[in-house]
């Protein structure tokens, strides 16, 4: 007989139950979360890659739809990529056995750089996955002018 079942209070009923010895920790968070509680979900995961035309930022978002979601330029060329994934509702009868996915708020905030043409920014979604596009303003390379050598 163990005691670490028991000091965290044994819940097992049949002898093929897996004991979590978390269960009766008082903290939430991740799998451990109360149905219907709302977890942040700030470190939403963005891939940010440039190609020779554009900054090019994507953002998966399964669940979320596109009217939940804000993607906005501020001064400074700052980007903003932010949103709401609302909590499932919980019916009375239904009996949660495991909760993982996040819900609530988020936001993510990326400084641009200077070649960019922040006025010609686009944004797509498709199949859970955000695209914000950002063209790279055309560099101008300096006028060279060649000197003749007298002499």
Same mark, same amino acid.
């Given at each position: 007989m163990s005691l670490i079942p028991r000091f965290f209070g044994s819940r097992r009923n049949n002898t093929f139950d897996l004991w979590d010895p978390f269960q009766d920790f008082p903290f939430t968070g991740g799998a451990l979360s109360v149905p219907g509680e709302t977890a942040s979900f700030a470190n939403t995961r963005i891939d940010w890659k440039e190609t020779p035309e554009a900054h090019v930022f994507k953002a998966d978002l399964p669940g979320v739809k596109k009217e939940e979601v804000k993607v906005e330029v501020e001064e400074g060329r700052v980007l903003q990529i932010s *949103?709401?994934?609302? @909590?499932?509702?919980?019916?009375? #009868?239904?009996?949660?056995?495991? /909760?993982?996915?996040?819900? *609530? &708020?988020?936001?993510?905030?990326?400084?641009?750089?200077?070649n960019v043409k922040v006025n010609e920014v686009k944004a797509t979604?498709? #199949? *859970? /996955?955000?695209? @914000?596009? @950002?063209?790279?303003?055309? @560099? &101008?390379?300096p006028d060279v002018k060649a000197i003749d050598i007298s002499g």
């Amino acid at each position: 007989m163990s005691l670490i079942p028991r000091f965290f209070g044994s819940r097992r009923n049949n002898t093929f139950d897996l004991w979590d010895p978390f269960q009766d920790f008082p903290f939430t968070g991740g799998a451990l979360s109360v149905p219907g509680e709302t977890a942040s979900f700030a470190n939403t995961r963005i891939d940010w890659k440039e190609t020779p035309e554009a900054h090019v930022f994507k953002a998966d978002l399964p669940g979320v739809k596109k009217e939940e979601v804000k993607v906005e330029v501020e001064e400074g060329r700052v980007l903003q990529i932010s *949103g709401d994934r609302r @909590v499932e509702k919980e019916e009375k #009868n239904d009996k949660w056995h495991r /909760v993982e996915r996040c819900s *609530g &708020k988020f936001m993510r905030r990326f400084r641009l750089p200077e070649n960019v043409k922040v006025n010609e920014v686009k944004a797509t979604m498709e #199949n *859970g /996955v955000l695209t @914000v596009t @950002v063209p790279k303003a055309e @560099v &101008k390379k300096p006028d060279v002018k060649a000197i003749d050598i007298s002499g």
